[in-house]
Structures are given as C-alpha cells and as structure tokens.
C-alpha cells in the first residue's frame, strides 16, 4: 500500500511541476501504441504479448495501458517434468521524461530523451506452476510493481525506440522477472 501511494505522490507532483508549453512538435495529446513482443525458443518456449496504447498527457508525461499474455512451456529433463502455463492480466506505466531533445546539445546522438517509469502488473498465474506446494488447482493475482528508466532516440517527428532497464521492486516469488529487467521497444504513433 505505502508503494502505492509513493507512486501516487510522485504522479501528482509532477503534474504540479509540469509547464505547459506548446512546442511546434509537441507530442502532448498524441496517442501511440507499443507492440510489446518477447518471444524465446528451444527446449523451453518463452512468449510474452503485452500490447499497449499510450497517451502523452504532457510531451513529458505519458501513461500507458494494455493486456498481458505470457505462455511458457517447458520440455521434462531428468530433473524436471514438462509443463506448459498460461498467464495473463493487465499492465500499466507512467513515464516522465527527465530531458528532451538531448541530440541538440550532444556531441553524438547517443539518445533523444532520459527518462525515469514506473509500472504496475497484474498477473493471474496458475498456482500449479508458481505457488508452493505447486500442486494445487486454481489461479493466484500477482501484483508487481516495477521501477526504472531509460532513453529514446526519435525517428522521424514522433516515432521513438526506447532503452529500458526496471526493477521489480516487489521481489516475489510469484515475480515473472528475475532482476533487472531489460526492453527494447519502439513506439508507433498514430
């Protein structure tokens, strides 16, 4: 709960701080969709679907939500038998862009933007697979919360491939992740 509401905090104060300057290529109210794809093959198959839309709020601030999807599947070795999960529930983040047009005052452009995030996960996991004595029947909520940050460099106006590196600040077993958690991504605007 005291996560919760840090991260509440946090939220409102930068809506306090934000100036709400109009630029020529301003992205504030412009919409946007992340198509979040892992996907890992061998003796165990790993695919994660997660797409979300964003919204800037400001063209430093934007939130973003979407579905989560995770199958997993696992061949037996001596050591473990197969199995195959489902997981799946909801994602949301905030992201505030702590610099801007960073390719301006850079030597090289290494990146266009530094920015912090922080996200919440809701995950609906299959107690056989991820709750000791990983027996029983049934499903259990995960309820993660992840921090970070990163960099962008635009392509073109508005497009952007992103940088990110998050900790789960949670640290549950019931954790998806192992720390830190590394993305790649690209947001297409519409």
Known sequence: MKKI????????????????EEEENSRKGKIFFIPE?????????????APMVGYHIFDRLVVGLGPHYIY?????????PAYQSHSYGLKGFTRFSLLTNAEEWLPIKLFSELY??????GLSL??????????????TMYHGFL???????????????TFTVL????????????????????????
Request: aromatic fraction near 18%.
């Open 5 to 20: 509401l840090l991260v509440m905090l946090f939220a409102s104060l930068t809506f306090t701080l934000l100036a709400q």
């Open 37 to 49: 794809i892992w996907m890992s093959f061998g003796n165990s198959t790993y695919i994660d679907l």
């Open 72 to 80: 997993q599947s696992v061949k037996s070795t001596p050591y473990y």
């Open 116 to 121: 912090v995030q922080g996200e919440y996960e």
């Open 126 to 139: 299959e107690n056989e697979y991820y709750v000791p004595p990983y027996n029983e029947e049934g499903r």
């Open 147 to 161: 921090v970070g940050g990163g960099v962008a460099q635009r392509i073109g106006m508005y497009n952007t491939i």
């Open 167 to 190: 900790w789960d600040v949670t640290e549950s077993y019931l954790s998806p992740y192992s720390n830190p958690v590394f993305r790649v991504g690209f947001n297409a605007f519409l």
